[in-house]
């Protein structure tokens, strides 16, 4: 056991050292207190439940790289030649803090909150164990501009619509400027009971290299995180106004999974984003529409704050009896990218390739789940938080609530994506369609987006021949789309 205080750095979803309110706290008090710090992570069932596939793949990553920058910068006095500089434990979270600050002298324990309902009970839980105890504990904000609890109506009630609810943000005072990260960290040397080999984690997606796609993508980590925005500020960010909703461009800040994983908060980002618009006067609109994008995530966030269960129940009651479809084969053929609309098969390759999907055809896809083919929003999220390197139970929930009709601030049910002219609106040339969907390269541009309209001349010359080199629609436009307003008007009425 050592003899020097202990603070705890509770890390969760803020795998970073800069902007990180609660390691600053941890290493103050540790200064203050002649004391070291304890940087830990514990993969508990809270967390563990909201992981997939893609996102244990990017937790794995961003451990490793926030253990390597933690050594980097610690007190060269601590000799820990056979520790990681950040502990991972795996269990219950009150059960492996009890085990700590039982076998060491413990003073304090500092973390950021997180706003889904089974962190808050286990945070409030642990905290008032902790303050039962004697020890020092606090909580930050680090992971939102605006808490929940801080954007309120006239009224005094939480928001349902997003514009009033961004109003009202840009209304109060901005948002803080970013901590640096702390110069060196005096690191706790010890041996501590319990702790896992992070070497040894494996989390990444099992029996085949699933991953490979992800990593040539993304850099999971805070360096990567950092490269990602400037990359975007310099290069992207000028048209981004213009060209956010092309995904045969590449101008979309790609920082959520950063975002997601606490790589970078959105403090540092708002402010970069602001300060480029100063240094660009002419360019203030397209930086505003980025920064209001950082909006739609605090907004999501601020739902998820204030709903029963996002993941599972409809916002909006009366879509409890919606009559939704029993469609294993026709899910399957969506999962897969074979649904027979060239931009929807694209958009689910490039999920399954890289972990990652343009918004615009996040919102196309979803449309097609939902609406013309009537399965579940949840079967959809489900797929998503599995296949998303960015899911989190606030974006993934609210979004797929958002397109399905039944959440807050939703598009009107009758509002549905035509994938053709979504498709020759936003992907004019087919270049995406090309890059995912390779069976379709040769189609002309005019039938890129609804090969069954080309006749067998055009067909046969592109080398494509339908039901077989690629499939059919799984179902008319039309058709579904008729038959999605008529469940929709049979649900009204059985709501009435």
Known sequence: MTDRPIAIMWFRNDLRLADNPALRAATQWARENDGV????FILDPVISDQLGGATR??????LLVLDRTIADMADVSANMPDNPALRLFVGKSSDILDTIIESQPVGALFWNRLYDKPSITRDTEIKAAMMDRGLTCESFKAQLLFEPWE?????????KVFSPFWRACQKA?????????PETITLCDQDIKGQVDLRKLDLSPKPFDWAAGLSERFTPGEKGAMDQLFDFIDDRLQDYADLRDRPDHRVTSELSPHLRFGEISPFQVWHTANHFAEANPGKGKTASKFISELGWREFAHHILFHAKDLRTQPLQDKFSSFAWSDAPDDLAAWQRGQ???PIVDAGMRELWHTGYMHNRVRMIVGSILVKHLLIHWRDGLAWFDDTLVDACPANNAFSWQW????GADAAPYFRIFNPVLQGEKFDPKGEYVRQWV?????????????PWEASPLILKAADVTLGKSYPEPLIGLKEGRERALTAYQDMKKAAA
Request: with cysteine.
């Open 57 to 62: 793949w990017w937790l794995e990553k961003s």
């Open 37 to 40: 710090v304890l940087p830990v």
């Open 339 to 341: 649904t027979g609309f």
């Open 151 to 159: 954007v309120k109506t006239g009224g005094g009630t939480d928001f």
């Open 438 to 450: 390779p069976e379709l390269h040769d189609m002309p541009d005019q039938f890129i987006h609804k």
């Open 403 to 406: 397109i399905g009709g039944c």
């Open 173 to 181: 005072p901005p948002p803080r400027a970013p901590f640096k990260a």
